[in-house]
Every structure is written in C-alpha cells, then in structure tokens.
C-alpha cells in the first residue's frame, strides 16, 4: 500500500483536482490519498479565525461569504451532473453554516481549531463527490477517526496505527480510500491540527502507520532543489537524498516538505518521494535510509527570520553546569534551539520562535550579561560526510568572504555546515555559494 499526498496547489483548480485523479488510478496498488485544503483556504480561515478573536464579527462574516463563493465557483468548474452537483451544494451549505453559527458564539481556541479544520473536510469531501460522479469506487476515510496527538501535542502513532488497521480491515477489496491531511484530534477529543504545512506530516505517519511502500509527496515543483529557486537561478532538482539530509533541508528552510514529516518515515523506513503533480513524469527527489552512503555538498538551504542570543559569563570559566542552567530556562519555556556556540566565557545560540523571548532573556540575564539580535539568517549547507571532504570548508568559507559571518557550526553531525549571517545578505550568499559549490555548465 502506498500513501499519495497532494498539496494546496495540487487540489487548488478544478481542473487540478482532475488531475489528481488521473494520478491516483493510474496503478493498481492500494492507496490512501492524503488531501491538503484548496491553496488559500487555510489562509482565509486563519484570517477568520483572526477576525473573530478581535472581536470584528463583520470583517469575519465578509471573508466567510467571499470564501463560500470560491467554492460555489470551484464546484460548478469541478462537477458536470445534476446529481453530483447537489451533493457539492450539500456538503458547502453544511460547512458554510457551522461557519455562520460560529459567528453568533463566543469565540476561544477550541473553536478556531474547528474552522481551521473546514479547509481539508471540505476538499476531500468534494474530490470524493468527483469519484463518485465519475464511478470511481473509493472509501472516505475520516482522519478525525484515527489520527490523534497526545497532551504535548505529539502524534500518538501506535494508537494511530491501531484505529487505521481496525478501520482498514472494513474494506479488504477497495484499493483508494481517501482522507485529510493536517487535521486530527486531541487529548481532550477536540478537532486540533499538526500546525500549519501539517499535511506532509499527516501523510508521513499514515505511512509509518500502516507501513506503507513509500509516501508520495505531489506539489508543484520537480523535488527538492539544491539551492532555492525563488532566490537562484540555476538550480537543479536532487535526486536522492538520504532521511538526515532531507530533515536538514527541511527544517533550513526548503519549503517543499514539512520538516517534522521525516521523522515517522525513517523510524519505519518508509521512503519517501518528492514529486510534481504538474509534470508526472520527472524523477522527483527520493528520501530513503539507503541514501547515507552518498558524498559530496547535495544543497544549500536558507532559513529567515532568525533570532541570536549570546549569553557571557565570567562565572562560565571553569564551571560544570552552566550549559544545564542555560538549557533549562529554554525547556521550560518550550523553546527549541537550533545553532549552538561556545567559547569559555560566553554561548551564542539562535532561535526561530520568538514566543517567549521575553521571559527567557529575563531568566539568562541572572546567568550573565545578555545580547539579543534579531533578522538574522542561517544558510544551512548540506551532504553526507561534508566534513570529510577536503576542501569544501575552504570552498564555503571563500564563496562566503565578503560577508561577516556572525556564527559558524562545523561538526555537529557528519553531513551539516550552518551559517549565521545578517538576514540582508542571505540572497547573494546563496548565489555566492552556488556558484562556488556546484558546477553548472
Ligand atoms: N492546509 C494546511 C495549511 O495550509 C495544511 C497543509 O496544507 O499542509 O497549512
Ligand atoms: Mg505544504
């Protein structure tokens, strides 16, 4: 069995949605298609959602009119009978009007994780009624009836994996079953979702769950690229890259895939491929275990909005536990840290969320004396057994020369360099280091 996971903009247009599923009967194997909400939804709800926690119930009831007829459109362009089509005004009508009743209740969080949640219920159950229209048998897998995260919001994959196989033994002959990305349900049984981009990572752990033979990731670029294509031009896509190196790119910024959606994958050994719903028929880039014997810089990767602390203390010199302290302020505020530097009197570090930077500061200041920078960037280089490679610091270290490099990890892992410089030379130093890493003729 296989998991087929399509993207915003790959359910984004009703002609899209068709494509979708050309895909997903193009074999035989047994499939679970993964669905993402339409491209914009999410957005649009987060902006309700944001509406009503302002209290601004009139801006909310314009967004959700406007919301309702892009689906009005998108239906009329995506199903052609009669039949079919009373079924789609159906499903809108339902989900339009528990919008609407939202509007008359005191909003709180609980509530906002239910809107958030229309976007996924509502493409899915629309790209089912265009299988149903076009005779294509398939099941509608509710993931609200067995994806789960526990009370540190952390998936719950062993639970995970027995409500699939119990719901998966219902059906022995259907070979499509389809269901929703992103959404699930928590420790209290309320609708909640794995954070923004969560679909990857929903597909991901359906896949460990059930053991699948690999996750397909569609979306609308040919894989992951070795530099980031917005930024550089020639860019190219890679072909292989083995689960580590995935989870580097991922979390430094490559947005094509959801950096926590690596981890169930290699823990079951899943691959995991990266492919275009635009253009079938190219290579993609795949994600196994198997990749770790490869060698060589495989791609570069940048991260913005970064925030440095350093922390320096006399009392660090000579001192055991002063790291413990450092660290402990950051576990209680749940704040995860990504670069690390030390030298004997002072720690530099750097964090993305900035949630709880206030406190934080407070509490290393009674450790030492404290500096905060913000808007800085990490340019994250990737391959296996970097540090082996004679000459690849150099060759980083000489593409990056015009630059002040604020901090530098070097050895942290095998197949890793990152690179803290000031956010407003991030562009140019990912052009400088694609000219001096990789060879384009
Ligand atoms: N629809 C959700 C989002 O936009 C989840 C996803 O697409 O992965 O964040
Ligand atoms: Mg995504």
Excluded at 31 to 36: A, D
Excluded at 38 to 56: D, P
Excluded at 180 to 206: F, M, P, T, W
Excluded at 283 to 299: D, F, L, Q, S, Y
């Amino acid at each position: 069995m296989k998991i087929m996971k399509f993207g915003g903009t790959s359910v984004g247009r009703p002609e899209r949605m068709h494509q979708v599923k050309d895909l997903i009967i193009a074999d035989d194997e047994k499939k679970i298609v993964v669905l993402s909400a339409l491209s914009g939804t999410t957005n649009a709800l987060v902006g309700i959602g944001e509406a009503l926690a302002e209290g601004k119930k009139d801006k909310a009831r314009q967004k959700i009119e406007a919301l309702q007829e892009h689906y009005t459109n998108f239906y009329m362009e995506l199903l052609t009978t009669k039949a079919s089509r009373s079924k789609a005004v159906q499903i809108i009508k339902e989900h339009f009007e528990f919008l609407n009743i939202i509007l008359k209740i005191s909003f709180n969080e609980a509530i906002n994780k239910d809107i958030l949640a229309q976007g996924e219920l509502l493409s899915t159950k629309l790209f089912y009624t265009l299988l149903q229209e076009l005779e294509i048998p398939a099941v509608f897998l509710p993931a609200l009836e067995f994806m789960s995260i526990d009370e540190n919001d952390e998936p719950e994959l062993s639970r995970i994996r027995e409500r699939l196989e119990a719901i998966m033994a219902r059906y022995p002959e259907d070979s499509i079953f389809i269901t929703q990305g992103y959404i699930c349900k928590n420790h209290r049984n309320e609708v909640d979702n794995l954070k923004r981009g969560g679909s990857d990572y929903s597909a991901s752990l359906i896949g460990a769950a059930v053991s699948a033979s690999v996750v397909e990731i569609w979306t609308d670029i040919d894989g992951m690229h070795n530099n980031d294509p917005r930024i550089v031009e020639q860019t190219r896509p890679i072909a292989h890259l083995s689960f580590d190196e995935a989870a580097e790119l991922a979390y430094f910024g490559a947005k094509i895939l959801h950096p926590a959606s690596i981890w169930p994958a290699q823990l079951h050994n899943v691959p995991v491929k990266l492919l275009n719903t635009m253009a079938p028929e190219a290579a993609g880039t795949t994600i196994t275990g198997a990749g770790e014997g490869t060698v060589g810089v495989k791609a570069i990767a940048g991260k913005d909005g970064i925030t440095a602390l350093k922390i320096k203390s006399s009392r660090m010199l000579l001192a055991y536990g002063f790291l413990r302290k450092v660290f402990e302020i950051f576990e209680k505020y749940r704040t995860s840290i990504d670069m690390i530097t030390t030298s004997e009197v002072a720690i530099s570090l750097t964090l993305d969320d900035v949630t709880h930077l206030k406190e934080i500061t407070a509490e290393l200041q009674k450790l030492g004396k404290v500096e905060v920078d913000h808007h800085l960037s990490i340019i994250c280089i990737v391959g296996n057994t970097i540090m082996e490679e004679p000459g690849v610091l150099n060759k980083i270290m000489g593409s990056l020369e015009q630059f002040p490099l604020r901090m530098v990890s070097y050895g942290g892992s095998r197949h890793n360099v990152s690179i803290l410089i000031d956010g407003k030379h991030k562009e140019l130093a990912l052009k400088r280091l694609n000219q001096g890493l990789f060879d384009f003729e």
